[in-house]
């Protein structure tokens, strides 16, 4: 028998308790989210033709030229040239593992072209099925001599998860091209330039908290010229410089020449992503160290001034009046209002006295100048050991607002440290679990699964980290998504490939507990202490005020089933009636896939209080989510 002291608050929980951790890995912006449907749009990648091949007609001929303007233009430094001497002849684009087309929907089609002089030159542009049949398709001639946007539209006649596009002069001519793009109508709130609509759904979906961004390790880069730098990815798209992507080619069993990140999903859509979903704003910037991991490159210190500038700008950019400098460029994109940001990270994953030096002028800085901005820093890699307690004590003692924790461990760690957070200073920094998720085998490698024993740990962990939200100030799983073709890290929270997307048991555990949030801590308890791994039972309770709702949250991590019986203490009614939702499975080892998306997913039931007692029959393996009216 265990007691829930509901007129007892331990703590109030964060809105922003449960959020989501988004990073361009695995595809996760380019060929992810970010809707476009053109690999290298704009011949930016280092080899210049990556994604495109030459395409003619049986009969005709030409050639192309790829031009180089650098020396004038370093955003956006190629186009081509293509000349056609005889008939139908240009260019095909692969997209990022072909492109996911849909019967019915229809796609936009832009570029950028100029005619050369005197020239008369028009252009057919044709969706490809995998059997060659064309499935969409219209012309455009561009007019005169200066580089113009050109558009159209077309329905795909079928759906093809592997489709290529044409771009080829109809006839004997030339023109220049650049900005090749392709985007699906349905993206996120039909935007041009937009996301791609059933992957923010999911996010939307789990109702987040908060959306930390652009990650995770490219926020640092391989080198420091490799870093993220978020001011080189607002404005115009065809002015956002292309960068290497920090997961490029990293793992031999995936390799990725052609990962790099357009930046078509730069800040402002970030902002704007946290805006639709409701999500704070949680950006990461570079400490001025590049990835410890690679080179472990720094900026001495007496040159740190510009990183520490891009940190001041990005608070006007997000929170600026529309006639501040930064302020004007986030109005002159479509948004005057501010987008209220009110926390920024500053590295990700770094250590030693290097970063405890910069971290120090950066805090120093925000502070002057923006006093109210709440500062995430990071404690490394791995919340455990000599590194960690070392870092973790200086961050204190220069009183951080928030730090924050990264795990990758295996489920039985999870399990284990149910309890991590109940012996922290409770006047200290608060805490941030910024990544963290079981492995069932080795990180990264094929054979780690998003399988139900680690999404199971994970939620027997998050009953702790809700216990203790008078510490832990929010959470997120990390990675987000994964290309089922083009992954460098497993496990991940939800996978895709070009035409569908599935959250897996982790994501069903997130989700429960973003959406069952509640705003007040009571105990729960067994005897005097929490219910923490005794009988292999993990729980914690909220109410939510706003709708006057017990939440209990209780994980059987056990292989038999258990009966809880939960005595509510310092309540005047007796009955009451609520909902069950119940995530479980015989099998730990069970995944969801795109065969099986709801392989594990959430059965719900009526229940009731009797008697100011709740009875709950818990399945094995169960993690089980009750909400009961007051
Ligand atoms: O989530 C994948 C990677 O794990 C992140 O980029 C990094 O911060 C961590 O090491």
Redesign the pocket.
């Known amino acids: 028998v265990f007691v829930i002291k509901t007129n007892e608050v331990k703590a109030k929980v964060s809105p922003s308790m449960w959020g989501l ?1 988004f ?1 361009d ?1 695995n595809l996760g912006a380019d060929g992810g989210l970010y809707a476009e449907l053109v690999l290298n749009r704009s011949f930016e990648l280092d080899l210049p033709m990556m994604g495109w091949k030459e395409q003619k007609d049986e009969a005709a001929a030409g050639h192309y030229l790829m031009l180089n303007r650098g020396t004038t233009n370093q955003a956006n430094r190629r186009y081509i040239s293509l000349t056609s001497t005889k008939g139908r002849y240009g260019l095909s684009n692969v997209g990022f593992r072909g492109m996911g087309i849909k019967k019915g929907m229809q796609y936009n089609f832009s570029l950028l072209a100029r005619q050369p002089k005197g020239g008369s030159a028009s252009l057919v542009i044709e969706m490809i099925g995998e059997k060659g049949a064309v499935i969409g398709s219209g012309s455009i001639k561009p007019e005169g001599e200066e580089w113009k946007k050109y558009k159209l539209s077309f329905t795909a006649a079928a759906t093809v998860e592997k489709a290529r596009l044409d771009v080829l002069l109809k006839d004997a001519g030339t023109l220049d091209l650049d900005m090749i793009s392709l985007f699906p109508q349905d993206t996120w709130k039909n935007r041009e330039n937009g996301l791609r609509s059933d992957m923010v759904k999911l996010l939307a979906d789990m109702n987040p908290g908060f959306l930390r961004f652009p ?6 880069g391989r080198t420091l010229d490799e870093r993220f730098q978020w001011k080189k990815t607002i404005g115009p798209i065809e002015n956002r410089q292309m960068l290497i992507n ?2 490029n080619t990293e793992f031999k069993h995936r390799p990725t020449p052609d990962y790099f990140q357009s930046f078509g999903l730069g800040f402002y859509e970030y902002f704007q992503l946290c805006e639709d979903i409701g999500a704070a704003p949680l950006p990461i910037l570079n400490a001025g160290m590049a990835c410890q ?1 690679n080179t472990a490159e720094v900026v001495p210190l007496e040159l740190l001034g510009p990183y520490i500038q891009d940190a001041l700008d990005l608070i006007e950019f997000a929170n600026g009046p529309a006639n501040s400098e930064w302020g004007k460029k986030r109005a002159e994109m479509g948004h005057p209002e501010p987008f209220n940001m009110t926390m920024i990270g500053i590295g ?2 770094n250590w030693g006295v290097q970063y405890l030096e910069r971290l120090a002028l950066f805090t120093k800085a925000i502070k002057e100048k923006y006093p109210e901005i709440r500062i995430v820093n990071s404690s490394g ?1 791995d919340p455990v050991g000599e590194r960690f307690d070392l870092l973790d004590k200086h961050l204190r003692s220069a009183k951080a607002d928030i730090i924050d924790e ?1 795990y ?1 461990q295996n489920p039985k760690w999870f399990l284990e440290n149910a309890a991590r957070y109940d012996n922290y200073d409770r006047k200290g920094p608060k805490i941030f679990a ?2 963290y ?1 079981a492995q069932s085998v080795k ?1 990264a490698s094929p054979e780690n699964k998003n399988n139900w024993l680690c999404a199971m740990a994970e939620a027997a962990f998050m009953t702790g980290l809700e216990r203790n939200a008078d510490v832990v100030e929010m959470a997120s799983y ?2 987000l998504f994964a290309h089922a073709e083009g992954w460098q ?1 497993t496990p991940d929270l939800i996978w895709v490939d070009n035409l569908r997307s599935y959250g897996t048991a982790n994501y069903h555990v997130q989700k429960l507990f973003s959406t069952n949030r509640g705003t007040d801590v009571v105990p729960v308890l067994a005897g005097d202490k929490a219910v923490s791994g005794q009988q292999e039972l993990y729980a914690s309770a909220t109410i939510d005020r706003e709708t006057n709702e017990l939440i209990l949250k209780v994980v059987n991590s056990s292989p038999k089933k258990q009966h809880g019986t939960f005595e509510l203490e310092g309540l005047s009614k007796i009955n009451g009636k609520g909902t069950l939702t119940v995530l479980s499975s015989d099998d730990l080892d069970l995944v969801n896939s795109f065969e099986r998306p709801d392989a594990i997913a959430p059965v719900i039931s009526q229940v009731a209080i009797r008697n100011k007692t709740i009875d709950l029959p818990m399945n094995p393996y169960s993690v089980n989510v009750m909400r009961v009216r007051l």
Do not use: D, L, Q, S
């Open positions: 951790f990073e890995i990650g995770g390790c490219i926020v640092e920090r997961w991991f990700n994953e890699t990264h990758y910024g990544e998720a990180t990390a990675p890290w």
